[in-house]
């Protein structure tokens, strides 16, 4: 996936509105599985996109899977892509942030140059930080 595609994305997703469960915006969930859709034309997300509409709906969805961790696992594998321990660009990764009130969460995120793109209620961020886990599309 060459670059100005990844940049592309991440300007459009800079402008789209943070909406809980994807119909009209873009959540961190629905922000990587659109990248991931854009990327392969399958959405890892299908099963989960507009089933919820806040921060509660999304917790339960993450509860009932176990964390962010394996339901990326379960979206993104049933669709082709693979663990890595070394992404690169392009990759997807869940990564620990900080909220305002200090919480730590982990966040869907996409990996640009040496850093990782996130969507949060405030926007689009890049972070510095160590994955709990990324996948790969593997070339094919």
Not at 50 to 65: N, P
Not at 109 to 127: F, H, N, P
């Amino acid at each position: 996936m060459g670059r100005l595609k990844l940049g592309g994305f991440l300007d459009q997703a800079a402008r789209t509105p943070f909406v809980w469960g994807g119909l009209a915006g873009q959540d961190c969930m629905i922000f990587v599985a659109d990248w991931a859709l854009l990327r392969t034309g399958r959405d890892p997300a299908a099963r989960w996109r507009g089933s919820y509409d806040s921060e509660a709906g999304a917790g339960l969805i993450l509860d009932a899977l176990g964390g962010l961790v394996p339901l990326l696992d379960e979206g993104l594998g049933a669709d082709g892509w693979v663990s890595t321990a070394d992404p690169v660009s392009g990759d997807i990764g869940a990564v620990e942030v900080r909220a305002v009130d200090g919480r730590a969460a982990l966040a869907g995120a996409v990996r640009t140059g040496g850093l990782w793109a996130v969507k949060a209620q405030s926007g689009l961020g890049l972070i510095r930080a160590a994955p709990a886990a990324a996948w790969t599309w593997p070339e094919r």
